[in-house]
């Protein structure tokens, strides 16, 4: 099954380090479908933004997992989930990524 352009992002992310990125280093970060593609992820991005993308770097973020005090079982707190930084030309930017600054 394809997967539509709107699929391909789930949403920025929000950190304090992605804001020095999108800031110094014009990078935006972004969680995205597990099955996309560096490929399928910057056609989404050029589309949705109208920008041009240079880079996009991928990696698979682990889930986070505690343990519990007295019975010392794992559980996961929250789960694994892929993400991109998604590299612009120097004269471009995202608007959504704006009022952070």
Same mark, same amino acid.
Do not use: C
């Given at each position: 099954? /394809?997967i539509?352009?709107?699929? %391909?992002?789930?949403?920025?992310l929000w950190? #304090?380090?992605?804001?020095?990125?999108f800031?110094?280093?014009?990078?935006?970060?972004? #969680? %995205?479908?597990?099955?996309?593609?560096? *490929?399928?992820? &910057?056609d989404? %991005? #050029?589309?949705?933004?109208?920008?041009?993308?240079?880079? %996009?770097?991928?990696?698979?973020?682990? *889930? &986070?997992?505690?343990?519990? *005090?007295?019975?010392?079982r794992?559980?996961?707190?929250?789960?694994?989930?892929k &993400? /991109?930084?998604v590299?612009l030309?120097?004269?471009?930017?995202?608007?959504?990524?704006?009022?952070?600054?």
């Amino acid at each position: 099954m /394809a997967i539509s352009v709107y699929d %391909v992002l789930k949403r920025p992310l929000w950190t #304090e380090k992605s804001s020095h990125q999108f800031s110094k280093l014009h990078q935006y970060a972004f #969680e %995205v479908d597990k099955s996309a593609t560096k *490929a399928m992820i &910057k056609d989404a %991005v #050029e589309a949705l933004f109208d920008v041009e993308v240079v880079r %996009v770097n991928t990696m698979i973020m682990p *889930a &986070k997992r505690g343990r519990r *005090a007295l019975s010392r079982r794992l559980l996961v707190r929250r789960s694994a989930y892929k &993400k /991109a930084l998604v590299t612009l030309a120097p004269d471009d930017t995202i608007d959504v990524f704006e009022g952070v600054r």
